[in-house]
């Protein structure tokens, strides 16, 4: 009983709301026990019928016990099941489609394209469903006042750090990134009580990253993560845990639509800290653009 307790009130179970049930079950596919996957897989796929479906139902269709079925509403922040129900109903009303689908061989370019877009365009808006306005507001005010900000990713995450250096270092923060693993801790030991680390790993599970994050950490730095995984390995370092949506499956890894995410989080971030230091960050993007205006023809 303490630890269903402890998992409702765990800090990085989003408040659920009728339009993000099945983007937060999907944040936390790797932390379900294999059991409890089976049931999140038959509540993503077959949503439809699952509103109409008995705890006995669903627990035959996932091949459970009936036991499972209700640890896992518990364990996705529901008190029962009928409640976990209801919100399944008030997110169909107004479904979200994922238009993208698997684009098939047969696809003509114009299908492709409606398809990709679509799938683009619903990474900002699940991202946006996910948002959390306390720690969004916690990330503006440390980095606005941060000595330091270091940005660590690797393979395609390492492209969101290096833009996230220029967007940052523009409005006239100290900012860094570090995209190779010798590197990152290295710099990450130089940080200290003042200096946020940023880790971006759309799986959670970035070893270097990780590994950096808990360098940066034991040094007195504030971390902060963005990934597609509430409960992944980075959140445990993190003290602050930032969410994006994007769907990938195993052979999409890198897809534009996670990076979109990962930018769309740290778009909201630095346009707020703009807004909210405009004369200052006014100064930095005219000095910044003067400094590059000679090497342009």
Known sequence: MVKQQEELSHPLTATITKTNTLLHIQSL????????????????????????SSVIDLAEKAGVGETTVLRFCRKIG?????????????????????????VGEDDSLDIIMHKVTATNQQAIGDTSALFQIEQLERCV??????????????????????????????????VDAFNESHLQAMAAATL????????????????DTIDSLKVAKQAGATCICLTHYRRS?????????????????????????????????????????????????LLYKERTAKAVLERKY
């Open 233 to 281: 390995p980075i959140t445990n370092v993190a003290d602050i845990t930032l969410l994006t949506a994007a769907q990938e499956g195993p052979l999409q890894g890198g897809s534009l639509a996670a990076k979109i995410a990962q930018l769309h989080v740290l778009d909201v971030i630095s346009t707020t800290i703009t807004m909210r230091n405009k004369e200052k960050a």
């Open 78 to 102: 529901f008190h029962g099941y009928q409640e976990f129900k209801l919100a399944l109903a008030q997110e169909l009303v107004n479904p979200v489609k994922n238009l993208h689908g698997e």
């Open 141 to 174: 005010d440390l980095l606005q006042k941060a000595n330091t900000i270091h940005f660590y990713g690797v393979g395609t995450s390492a492209v969101t750090a290096q833009d996230a250096k220029y967007t940052f270092l523009r409005i006239g923060l100290r």
């Open 192 to 207: 200290g009580p003042g200096d946020v680390a940023i880790g971006l790993s759309v799986s959670g599970s970035t070893k």
């Open 29 to 52: 596919l790797p932390s379900f026990t294999k059991s409890e996957q089976k049931v999140a897989h038959i509540v993503l796929q077959q949503t439809d019928s699952v509103i109409y």
